[in-house]
């Protein structure tokens, strides 16, 4: 990788030169900007786990710019909201998408007019990390791990509320993909994010949520919320008692559940150059990478073509699980 991107990086200067755009052009862009604060849009509202991500993010790459990163949240229809508004902005570096990429891979696939798609409309920056969700309950249900719930749950036939952080979020998809294993069907409360979903599960409104470690944490440390399993291919250091579904007996839901870094498509690829080698130095920061695993945040780095990549195969694998499951929008 390295190697081609030498060899692309002379390959463009060269292109550039004989055409009369040279340095100047790009190095404009890249010495000027930025000269005010720059906004990252985010599809989930303040106070979940994806906000925390985010801002964890911001500060240091705010003085990496000499700029400020604002989050403006901008939650619903899956991403769909946030996706449509980044997509729209002007590509001139002061607007950027921190996308939940597994929740707006998915909403592309559900949503029949989707506001934007990640695949054409934006210009990759970077991978940034994960998160892993957990089945999560309130304490005054019987069960006390999977087969015990799922018990419970079939006892129920059907008259329990399970919740989810809105119509198309990996949560949602997940609680239907769970209950079509499990030959169960609920009804579906769908909320804008973690932080409008978990005071309702905890006052014993819903019964279930596939949820953010991150998120959860704190009011399973307190008791409020059961753990189950985690919907990831491993246990969480934070949890270390707590199985993965497929050990707990439900083989083949493990999620990946990614976000990135995007800019609307257009945007200087010097200012996207720029971007991508900041946010490497934040994600490979040993104290930074401590600091986020301690808050069931997996900071991850992957470069801009690499993200690309990863991108289509999102948007692949989930409209091909979309549709094979016939999983609609309630």
Not at 48 to 75: C, H, M, W, Y
Not at 144 to 151: D, V, Y
Not at 312 to 328: C, G, L
């Amino acid at each position: 990788m390295n190697l081609t991107r030498h060899f692309c990086k002379h390959f463009l200067t060269g292109l550039l030169l004989s055409i009369g755009l040279s340095s100047p052009v790009f190095a404009a862009a890249d010495a000027d900007w930025p000269k005010k604060p720059i906004v990252a849009i985010l599809p989930f509202p303040a106070g979940g786990s994806t906000d925390a991500f985010a801002r964890a993010i911001s500060v240091p790459l705010g003085e990496a710019l000499g700029q400020a990163v604002v989050i403006e949240n901008k939650p619903g229809a899956g991403g769909m909201i946030a996706l449509g508004a980044a997509a729209k902005a002007a590509p001139d570096g002061y607007t950027l998408l921190f996308s939940a990429l597994t929740n707006q891979s998915i909403s592309q696939a559900l949503f029949k007019n989707p506001a934007a798609d990640l695949t054409k409309d934006f210009a990759p920056i970077s991978l940034v990390g994960s998160i892993p969700h957990l089945i999560v309950i309130n304490p005054s249900v019987p069960a006390k791990n999977l087969p015990e719930l799922i018990a419970f749950i079939k006892s129920k036939k059907g008259d329990f509320n399970y919740a989810s952080q809105g119509n198309g979020s990996l949560s949602h998809l997940e609680s239907v993909l769970f209950m079509q294993r499990i030959g169960a069907m609920g009804t579906h409360v769908p909320y804008k994010g973690s932080s409008f979903a978990l005071p309702d599960l905890m006052a014993g409104n819903t019964l279930m949520m596939f949820d953010s470690v991150t998120a959860s944490l704190p009011h399973i440390q307190s008791g409020k919320l059961r753990p189950i399993a985690i919907a990831a291919p491993e246990r969480s250091p934070l949890m270390p008692n707590v199985p993965t579904l497929g050990q707990d007996g439900m083989k083949q839901f493990d999620v990946e559940n990614l976000y990135a870094m995007f800019a609307p498509k257009g945007t200087p690829p010097a200012i996207s150059a720029r971007l991508e080698r900041e946010i490497r130095k934040i994600l490979t920061n040993p104290d930074f990478k401590t600091r986020l695993a301690n808050q069931g945040i997996h900071p991850q780095f992957a470069n801009a073509d690499q993200l690309a990549i990863i991108t289509q195969s999102e948007h692949d694998k989930w409209t091909k699980i979309v549709k094979s499951a016939n999983i609609k929008i309630d």
